[in-house]
């Protein structure tokens, strides 16, 4: 039975829920695919999370290596394939508690970067399961950097092997997923020598474990990095390699090739490498990221309806905490972004498909742009998201903070997204030097990529709006942003010009200006998310009061980055104070309109009660009932030796005068 | 062997690092008496923390029990007594690892809320731990309006009894810290019925537990709540009542008393209970917040300079991050926000003793002036120090990300204190109330209390800086910081004003001002803060340095919060662009300033190894040697199960083929 404080938000939705939900599956077909695949996974018992709060790390790894064996035979009997359309739903439907990715980064490695006859060897040696595979390029003493990576791999004609060494402890190879304690091989990479010159970082196929026995192979030290804030099920591990000898027919050569004299031949472009980083973190912000949050806000926004506490009236029986501004402040805008954040993966998948179909053709025109607009959405979305679910966990108070509430395991899980696949501040600063570059070819009259002719564009004047409503106008608001935009990386742009003309190096000019280059950057994909928004709710279809709730979001999502950022717009005069208690009355007026449809659109992320794995977001709101019965199952509810070892003797040594 | 690049880092001081050690103790003698009890703890195995990121709830919860009992021991063998001079810094170098926590809020409500008898009865029992207490307040449903709490304690005249249930689920005792597993006794809040009528809530002593076997007593159902963020040590626990029967005697009768023949009589003032909550508030602020932020700047600030990545200058070797402007602007705002807050936390501690010493006299004018600065100060400083932990933790990269980096934990556990204790929005309103009230007060030429004159005296006007020196008179920030706490606060007076006159009901107006109303509480908070630091540092001696550096950090937390909020200080004009330009000028100068002494500054806060508990943050700066050391103990370097059980039937099915 669904609680009744639950029950009354759904009967009141101002849209069809089921036209979202499709809306947000790119159609209803998706939708059919996506549900049998997250039936036919939750219904089988091996998948189950059901006691993952209560699991140590060993318990979470042997759980996902056991359910990535079993997904082999899983996908056999359903007939799904690797490439088939269940597939981008499987990872989603496993909560991504599962073993052997990093063997998928493998896989793909070498599809990328090894030669045909690589490619004819390894593969199918890898899909078939006849070894483990995983990917090391993070060392102890370097990530961001990779050219100061420090293993080496020194090719010995005699032999026609390579030898790979570790040559000091900062060089060992951590964090590589499926390393510790499941990977047989691993893509390793190293500093090409040849005759004793260094041809720079170049990835090797290196066995590490025994297929026999799966004992370590000569030469190789490996392990567990031990203990993380999340990510148990994963055995990251360190590698130490001492003189290990591989066959010249290791390093994979699709762009460069050792012959057997020692020769250096390097074929095609290096750029090409940065599409590479581009797909993957452009793949990590659906899954990894969106994903989290859309069941964070469905969490936190099913139980302020059902957590009832003080009294907004004294006369009346408490109220649903959500019904307090301050609790919609907290969570309105939360929901507001995760669908803006959809909305502008749409946006860059489309983007990447394009610029992949030029690059088959040989044209990298689009490299420079897909590479700064994925590193500064990365980075800006994986920042907006962890604060987001941070703030959906500290909106559920006391409930939140217990893992059951299902909030703390996608918070400190969401987190490590910001690290991964690129910092984001090195990433922001990334897509800042597109910027700087592109401003400075526009203001030379030279051609810029479409994402950011706007800076060519500059347009001073002063914000048009005259009332509240005017706020709530899409050209408004987006024009807002993009004057921000522009004047943080004109004027950034200016300032490093000004230190250079002064005498500063250039390497310390810009160091001087990073912190203002991040701001820049930050801002231009806040602009192009919150136009890219705008535009997708002008292209909805007018039915079935979508395009309508889709508006109000939209709104939200733009006036609220505005209300938390009112420095940015108010700095040069472009937006008046005026103006700006207008933004904010519209803002507040707006939280208030979209609290009556807050369960209907967290409802529309079609989350089952497994996926949330949450006793505080169920579908039913039953959530003190949960509590009580998940919290009887944890194991600190068995007998512990203290009671034997430490109270006893502490109680009973006076226990006869009580 | 000291990191040499950590050990330069000291060699450069300008000031000396003892001395500041000692101003931050309150003397040279407290400094002495630290280290002392510092020292017998660490020295004794039985508390060490060695191990502590390995193991499970049930292993940390045993081992705090078996660290409360031992400390008993201990402090008798040491000489040191609950109310001697090492008191204070026992939980602090015991990490807060131990035990029996909440005992001691057991005993200090029973001294508070119980009469003479129950003092005499109780205490000694308790403090020679014939019994083990807890506090059993929160229920499942209900936290902060503490009104709506639903237990029930019926008067029964016939037996001279309380009748104690829990009426229903969300009436169920949640939380409690002891109560899990080891309180035989604990103090339950009830409404109290006399005669069919509801008297409110007050305090029982009720038993749970047998103190023969530790079994539940009759009516008693009790466990633990199962596993949370962080605390995994503590026992947290539920406790349900059915006709628990108690003597009238159990009442705790300080202030309400139920004479035999049922007579309710009430003596003394109600909100007397307000300032035991403002204890409570104030004093987790330096043990569980300040100590917390300090340990992470310690960690990421040594870190920063041992770890090396990327080329400032292409020819130079790696740059030590905390080279790099974005990474001092990560750290070095939380470095001064740690000492401004250890500031204020001193001149809050004063104003309290001066409160409590009137409250003796029975004057309790003071109490909502320290009600409201208690709360709000709760609520920013935890808010504050929760974000600076996380991004010191962010700023560490992957290695922050590890648990052997100590950083998880800290933040874990920190971000409790954003919600315990009344959740800081909650409290941020209070607040806000006490400051609308005193505004509406001040107008009407009313006298108000200290910390509020400044609300009654608007000064218009603008700020006189020409230059971005004049950003670092504390003059002209703090009269910044004071126009912005007066316009906020009186905007929304005149808001919330409007909207009543205009007909809206005053619960309504209320809520609609919210948002508005926090960020004027916050806005209060930050000036007496900033105002607080400045007047530190103006009494400071002038000899060996201190001062100086003191008065930057004392700019450096003024200037960054002006440029993290520019909007605010912009908003009627008060700075205009041309001076936002001189903050942000004059904030990125004094990054690089204190970089320079940004080791010397966490030293001082004089951590040992052992306290830190840090791969990354040891005062030797050996990091890439100890989280490798540290990772091989890890028990997910044990032999696993999977191996046997899922990958070798995986890769032996076609190991021959291979």
């Not at 493998?106 to 599809?111: D, E, G, T």
């Not at 390029?137 to 032999?159: M, P």
């Not at 990251?236 to 994979?252: A, D, F, H, S, T």
């Not at 203001?443 to 950011?452: C, D, I, M, N, R």
Request: hydrophobic share 40%.
């Amino acid at each position: 039975s669904v609680n009744p404080d639950l029950a009354s938000e759904r009967q009141t939705a101002s849209f069809s829920e089921e036209k979202l939900t499709a809306l947000l599956d790119g159609g209803t077909e998706q939708t059919r695919i996506r549900r049998a695949v997250v039936e036919a996974i939750e219904s089988d018992p091996v998948f189950s999370r059901e006691n993952q709060y209560f699991q140590t790390q060993n318990e979470r790894y042997e759980a996902a290596v056991r359910k990535a064996v079993h997904l082999q035979k899983k996908m056999h009997e359903m007939g799904w394939t690797e490439n088939g359309p269940e597939s981008k739903y499987i990872y989603r439907a496993l909560s991504g508690d599962v073993a052997f990715l990093l063997h998928h980064v493998f896989v793909r490695s070498i599809s990328v970067l090894g030669s045909d006859k690589q490619i004819a060897k390894w593969i199918p040696l890898a899909t078939q399961h006849k070894l483990i595979g995983s990917y090391a390029q993070t060392e102890l003493g370097h990530g961001t950097y990779l050219q100061g990576l420090e293993t080496t791999a020194v090719f010995d004609t005699a032999t026609q092997e390579f030898i790979l060494n570790t040559p000091k402890i900062s060089a060992m190879k951590w964090w590589p997923g499926d390393m510790g304690r499941s990977a047989t091989h691993t893509v390793v990479f190293a500093q090409l020598y040849i005759h004793g010159k260094c041809y720079g970082i170049h990835p090797f196929i290196v066995q590490i474990r025994s297929l026999q026995d799966h004992s370590l192979c000569p030469g190789i030290t490996a392990g567990d990095i031990g203990p993380k804030m999340n990510f148990e099920h994963i055995d990251n591990g360190y590698l130490l390699l001492k003189n290990v000898r591989i066959p010249r027919q290791n390093m994979l050569s699709k762009f460069c090739e050792v012959r057997p004299d020692g020769t250096y031949v390097r074929q095609g472009p290096q750029k090409i490498n940065y599409f590479t980083m581009t797909t993957v973190r452009l793949s990590l912000i659906s899954d990894e990221v969106l994903t989290p949050l859309m069941k964070a806000c469905t969490i936190a926004i099913r139980y302020s309806v059902v957590r009832r506490q003080s009294k907004l009236k004294p006369e009346e029986q408490e109220a649903k905490i959500l019904d307090y501004q301050t609790q919609q402040e907290k969570l309105l805008p939360q929901l507001a972004a995760a669908y803006a954040f959809h909305f502008i993966n749409d946006y860059l998948q489309e983007l990447f498909n394009r610029g992949y179909r030029e690059i088959q053709r040989k044209n990298f025109d689009m490299l420079p742009e897909l590479h700064a607009l994925s590193s500064g959405f990365k980075a800006v979305i994986t920042q907006h998201c962890t604060a987001g679910v941070e703030i959906c966990l500290r909106a559920c108070g006391g409930h939140g903070y217990s893992l059951l509430s299902g909030l703390p395991s996608l918070y400190t899980k969401i987190l490590a997204s910001c690290i991964y696949e690129g910092e984001n501040t090195i990433l922001l600063l990334q897509t800042a030097r597109f910027l700087i570059k592109c401003c400075m070819a526009a203001s030379a009259g030279q051609p810029v990529p479409p994402s950011v002719t706007y800076l060519a564009a500059v347009k001073h004047g002063k914000c048009p709006a005259k009332n509240k409503l005017d706020f709530l106008s899409p050209d408004v608001y987006t024009e807002a942003y993009q004057h921000v935009a522009v004047r943080l990386t004109s004027s950034t742009a200016a300032k490093l010009q000004d230190l250079i003309q002064s005498g500063v190096e250039k390497h310390d000019a810009w160091n001087q200006c990073t912190v203002q280059l991040v701001q820049a950057a930050k801002a231009h994909c806040h602009y192009i998310a919150v136009k890219n928004f705008a535009e997708t709710v002008e292209e909805l279809e007018t039915k079935a009061g979508i395009q309508k709730i889709m508006k109000h979001l939209c709104d939200l999502f733009a006036l609220h980055g505005i209300f938390s950022n009112t420095g940015a717009f108010l700095h040069d005069g472009y937006t008046s104070a005026a103006q700006m208690d207008m933004v904010t009355a519209s803002y507040l007026d707006l939280l208030a309109v979209i609290r009556k449809d807050a369960v209907p659109l967290v409802d529309a992320f079609d989350f089952t009660d497994k996926s949330l794995n949450s006793a505080l977001g169920s579908y039913d709101g039953q959530v003190y009932q949960r509590l009580y019965e998940w919290a009887q199952k944890s194991p600190t509810n068995q007998m512990s030796p203290a009671y034997e070892r430490y109270l006893k003797p502490l109680l009973h040594n006076t226990l006869s005068k009580l």
